[in-house]
């Protein structure tokens, strides 16, 4: 199937069906290279592997979109996994303090959502600080110490059906109605309109501030989520875990068609980016590459995915400079 055929199935977008070509491509190669790497041990690897990342990718997508960011997913999934984790070892129902812990993550991102709106603070600045205020808090309630999670909900991240990890269908689940509420329902119609022209939706009569501090909670419940089924993969919650995915997260959104001038996204987008990631650092470790490079490649994934959105929306501001040095070195050339 190629790319213009992957084009024609009506789930995948443009920039959807690129990026399908694009794991298709790179899956082969690599299997060239290394055979284990189209393996369905392997396959189901990477999926377990970027669980986590997508859970928070569809909370950063529907952010991106509204032309808002969150960098304090990451320490919102470890303090809320944490939360979790010490409400079961205190004697909670395991359940409700799943519950509880997915209020935590909610919580934060009100709190988020609220800073950016009633003060006007700069979304990059207001989720920097609760990202430090988050894993602070971790350090607090643990006292650096891990705490065990209770067996009962140990399959969360543990369990699978019909041989697929829960978490993975958990996953799969997510992105279909995330999907759905971005591009059927009305309030996924809101935060694209909100992302677009702020003023024109205000004129049409579109709840910005709600809709804003909607788009925070979301992010900070499904960062919750990822932290519960990651402490219940590991069967332990750590201070630390959730450390640095920010990154991450940010990439495989901008990675899945996300534009950061906002107004334009998919959650189905946001996945593929994710599974790319997830399949690139998978492909270095069975290469023997330096974990070094890892990093290395997922900022420069950032980068030249930003500059193909700029030039994608006919934005890139130095068109005429690279016009007029083009024709600067075609002269010299005759």
């Known amino acids: 199937m190629g790319f213009a055929s992957l084009r024609r199935l009506p789930f995948l977008k443009g920039q959807e069906a690129g990026l399908v070509g694009v ?27 970027v669980a986590a990342i997508g859970w928070m990718s569809i909370g950063q997508c529907f952010v991106i979109i509204a032309r808002e960011i ?12 944490l939360c979790g984790a010490w409400l ?17 993550g909610a919580a934060a991102g009100f709190v988020n ?41 140990m399959f969360l991240g543990q369990g699978s059906f ?9 996953f799969i689940g997510l992105v279909i109605v995330g999907q759905f509420i971005l591009k059927r329902s009305v309030i996924g119609q809101r935060i694209v309109a909100v992302g677009d022209n702020d003023e024109a ?14 788009v925070f909670v979301v992010s900070g419940a ?23 995915l920010e990154l991450d997260v940010i990439a495989a959104v901008v990675i899945g068609g996300a534009s950061l001038s906002g107004g334009r996204g998919s959650i189905l987008g946001a996945m593929l980016g994710a599974y790319l990631l997830g399949a690139l650092r998978n492909a ?14 997922v900022g420069l994934v950032i980068v030249l995915a930003a500059i193909f959105d700029q030039v994608r929306q006919g934005s890139f501001r130095n068109v005429g400079i690279m016009q007029s040095l083009i024709g600067v070195f075609r002269s010299r050339t005759r």
């Not at 079961?88 to 935590?104: E, F, H």
């Not at 939706?201 to 909607?214: E, F, H, K, N």
């Not at 960062?223 to 590991?234: E, L, M, S, W």
Request: hydrophobic share 60%; proline share 4%.
């Open 222 to 244: 499904l960062a919750a989520i990822a932290g519960i089924v990651y402490t219940a993969q590991v069967s332990v919650a750590e201070a630390q875990a959730g450390t640095g």
């Open 201 to 214: 939706a205000r004129l049409s009569g579109i709840p910005i501030a709600s809709t804003r501090v909607a």
């Open 70 to 81: 969150d960098l304090s997913v990451g320490s919102v999934m470890g303090l809320s996994g």
């Open 113 to 153: 959502g609220l800073i950016v709106v009633l003060f006007r603070v700069n979304s990059f600045i207001a989720t920097l600080g609760m990202l430090s205020v988050a894993r602070g808090l971790t350090q607090v309630i643990s006292g650096g110490l891990p705490i065990m999670v209770d067996p009962q909900v």
């Open 88 to 104: 079961m070892a205190a004697g909670l129902n395991p359940w409700v303090a799943v519950a509880l812990a997915i209020g935590v």
């Open 23 to 49: 794991i298709v491509v790179l899956s082969v190669a690599f299997s060239f290279v290394n055979p284990n790497f189209l393996t369905t041990d392997n396959l189901r690897n990477v999926l377990v592997a």
């Open 284 to 297: 270095f470790i069975l290469l023997e590459l330096s974990p070094f490079l890892q990093q290395m490649s």
């Open 162 to 170: 019909l041989d697929i990890p829960v978490q993975v269908l958990i």
